[in-house]
């Protein structure tokens, strides 16, 4: 049962900080009790410091009252290392801070920085970091340094710990030290001359101990995670590096990783890639050596079940049980260096027997379709496994020489303890073998089978071909009884000894890479009651939470799964202490899960299994609806003219009292309280929330030419309701529409009654999803008739817009065979105008823009690009550009959730974008609104920049 925080612990911990940064709710504690590992452990509190000082005070009170610390950034750890049952410290909302040096060849980041979010400010360098992991765009900083990262590219060479320039570091007794300074050795002597002494005397015993430095050198010449990096004692001399170097891969057991200096690496533009299948996975084995000496960067193993896991169209052969194939990349500096490698690659494969003839290939498209099937291959796994079972994923190490044998040592390993649907694939030229297996850990009988076939891993492992129990993963709770079985007593005695030098109290994480509790791996795993078929696919891997627009203010997406089960759990146990804590969590989910979540679906478009965690809210909310209130809903679907001009009175009548001296803070006193009772259809009018103008009059369409190309425009709701911001002088949307669409000699035709039509967004995102297909019923009908049954396309302002139009509308009319092209601004001037027209006059300056969710999720930002580099001199997309939070109405309704979820995007575009000339375009009123707000600089309709572009203003 999950109990009461610590009251003591909660009080002490809000007076070193401030109440507002310790969590101690059941619903924040619970929804932080997991990582992607197979373990789960609920904090007694989590913390959130924003500066040294605060750690050092957490530090300080951790030694003094015996408590225990985890430091966690973005929780993607898949051995148990990022959850704890005591005080759990989260550092993304405040260590986000990064900055690019030396023209990309280095980068200073805080532990709170997507991995992907340094890669895409990279990219136009021509850099990127040297740790690549599957989980780069979830993945933090904090989390790549101290697991030492390293990935499919990355090998060991590109790894965290040999990408290390320096570290800002804090022990555990508060010093801080700072490797990029000239003196830091010097200043650790200084402020702790125990720790300097204590490293030099570790360096010289490990030097003066031949056949422990020969074994750490030997095992550290490839991929291991499975020990403190020893070899730091081997490859740095004065103890301040040793110190740094040290700290990465320590997975937060020897101090706090404040900030960190990272050498990049080239980025080489030109690429070949080929998907070789062998009739014989020996075969596959012995191309590996021939294949790393012609240079290929990247070599990915797959066994025959990970193969028979995903279908492919593309292979005319059956996958047999001894198939296997291999995804090999060549990369360049330019095209001949790129042919040069393909040609020593095509040559390393000469003289085996391959099912199909080696093809390596150039086209984007065909090389995405290789690497998504060899990144596919964990989320097949993942997503067909049955309810109320976890996902194990593991990786070891073996001499690349022998890698078809291990594999097959490890079929026969899984056939002997009952998991026949295990898959294996893996990193070959680094000799990394990734394997994953779903079952019932809950079940006594299944964890015993689990026990035993770790203790058979390990033998054959370490014992058969002395490799690493661990390469990428880190050792966590899954792997640390066994890190004195791969490294010997010598070398476990040495970590021991590292540990109580920096660490002499144990206050941080223990238990992790260091445990003599020989069945630590066997406990608090975690529960997966069934909730729903979609959402049972969770793995909890967190990779949808950099996407997700609350991920820093209430829940994420993982969070709210997270709770929704617990909530399951505690129903079915049916006491009354469950239902008390299930009451508890149910109170605080209705803001903290169900009113900040966006429901954009960006969440889907990261998760492995492509879980919609906004679709899954939706469904909950919608099932709890009365009858009544579903009848009323239908009722403003049918009248939704009304409707739209009760809110443009409303915008009116808002404006006139606030016109008003003392009207704002009148209008704040009257619907704070109408917002308690109807929270997702009155906002609270605070005196500083602006709001729009109500949209004027849509001008009517002039009478086309004879024989000019038609179009029905469909000026979306959101225009038709919401006009200019204050102090907003700009044509409206709707004009600039007609103006740029009639300026290119289209025909264009409003459909009948526009009025009174929508698309059905409004009631989806009310969760009235009856009343969402009446509308986009109506509205279907009425754009048939002024397409001509079909004939003319259908183009609206707003991307939103035209995704639910594609969904509903279209759905409705292909109930009966009828099919109608409705596009956003964006694919509609690309298809129609830019095919024939390619050039335009730009508008100088640099346009910045937002891609909508809609416009990301239905694969339209090429089209969004295309035309703004057709009509404007630069095109900016922030690094950080994700989904605004503004989600129709929430903006209006829950504004913190805007502002949260705008916070990197707009420091991005204050950084590279503000100054003259700079326009800031999107494709949704609503998102222009948010990103004006985070901004503050008027964000406009995209058909403003080409209207600017063509008419000149």
Known sequence: ????????????????????????????????????????????????????????????????????????????????????DDVLVELAPYWSASRILDGGRRV???????????????????????????????????????????????????NAYHTLDSLVLILADGTLVDTSRPDADDRLRRDRPDVHAGLLRLRDETRADGALADRIRRKFARKNTTAYSLHALLDHDSPAQILAHLMVGSEGTLGFLAEATLRTVPELPERATALVYFAELAEAGRAVVPLVGAGAVALEIMDAASLR???????????????????AEFRGADAAALAAAVRRGEEALAGFRLLAPVDFTTDPAARDAHWHLRKGLFPAVGGMRASGTAVLIEDVVVPVERLAEAIGDLQALFQRHGFPEAVIFGHARDGNL?????????????????????RDLVDLVVGKYDGALKAEHGAGRNMAPFVRDEWGEAAYTLMKRIKRLLDPDGILNPGVMLNDDPGVHLKALKPL???????????????????????????????????????????????????????????????EGARTCAGDSMCKTSCPVKIDTGALVKEMKAAARSPATRRVARLAARRFGAVAAGARCSLRAVSLVRSIPGGARVLDLVTAPLQRVAPLLVPRLRPGMDLPTAAPPLAAPRAGAIGSPRVVYFPSCLTRILGARPGEVVVPTAR????????????????????????????????????????????????????????????TDASPCAGTLQELAAAHLAANGRRLRMLDFPA??????????????????????????????????????????????????????????????????????????????????????????????????????????????????????????????
Not at 13 to 37: C, F, I, K, N
Not at 134 to 143: C, K, N
Not at 545 to 558: F, I, M, Q
């Open 108 to 158: 200073w980041t805080q532990p709170g920085v997507v991995g992907g979010y340094l890669n895409r400010i990279l990219a136009p360098l021509g850099y990127r970091l040297g740790p690549d992991p599957a989980s780069i765009d979830a993945a933090m900083m904090g989390g790549i340094l101290a697991n030492n990262a390293s990935g499919m590219c990355g090998g060991v060479v590109h």
């Open 434 to 454: 990734h394997f994953v297996f779903c079952q019932d850990f809950s079940r006594p009988e299944t964890a015993a089978r689990y026990g035993a076939f770790m």
């Open 529 to 591: 009651p069934s909730i729903s078929p979609t959402a049972d696919r969770c793995m909890e891997c967190g990779f949808c939470e950099p996407r997700c627009p609350s991920r820093t203010l209430t829940l994420s997406p993982r969070q709210r799964i997270v709770v929704t089960r617990e909530m399951t759990r505690l129903a079915a146990l049916g006491t009354p202490e469950a239902r008390a804590v299930r009451d508890s969590l149910a109170a605080d989910f209705e803001y």
């Open 736 to 795: 600039a529409m007609l103006d740029v669409l009639e300026g290119q000699g289209f025909s264009v035709v409003h459909p009948g009654g526009v009025g009174a039509l929508c698309c059905g967004m409004p009631f989806v995102s009310k969760y009235f999803f009856e009343a969402a297909r009446d509308a986009a019923a109506r509205a279907a009908e009425a754009l048939w008739a002024a397409s001509r049954e079909g004939e003319d396309p259908v183009v």
């Open 1 to 84: 049962m999950l109990a009461p925080a610590d009251p003591v612990l909660v009080r002490d911990l809000g007076r070193l900080l401030a109440p507002g940064r310790v969590l101690s709710r059941p619903l924040d504690r619970l929804g932080r009790s997991v990582d992607a590992s197979i373990y789960r452990l609920i904090p007694q509190v989590v913390v959130r410091p924003k500066d040294l000082d605060d750690v050092r005070r957490l530090l300080r009170y951790a030694r003094e009252r015996g408590r225990r610390i985890t430091f966690r950034t973005a929780g993607t750890s898949l051995s148990g290392q990022a959850v704890t």
């Open 828 to 953: 509609f001037w690309a298809s129609e105008v830019l095919s024939s027209r390619p050039a335009f006059r730009r508008r100088p300056g640099t346009a910045v823009l937002h891609p909508t969710c809609t416009l990301v999720k239905t694969g339209g930002l090429p089209d969004l690009l295309r035309v703004a580099r057709a009509h404007s001199e630069a095109v900016v997309v922030p690094p950080g550009a994700e989904c605004c939070g503004f989600a129709g109405d929430r903006g209006f309704l829950v504004p913190e959730l805007t502002a949260s979820a705008t916070v990197r995007e707009a420091a991005d575009v204050r950084e590279s974008a503000w100054g003259p000339g700079a326009g800031f375009y999107s494709t949704c009123r609503t998102c222009e609104i948010g990103m004006s707000r985070a901004v503050g600089r008027p964000y406009l309709s995209l058909v403003h920049l080409v209207r600017e572009a063509l008419l000149g203003g």
């Open 309 to 327: 896991s995903q279908a492919d169209e593309r292979r005319a052969f059956a996958i047999g049980d001894r198939t296997a194939a291999i995804l």
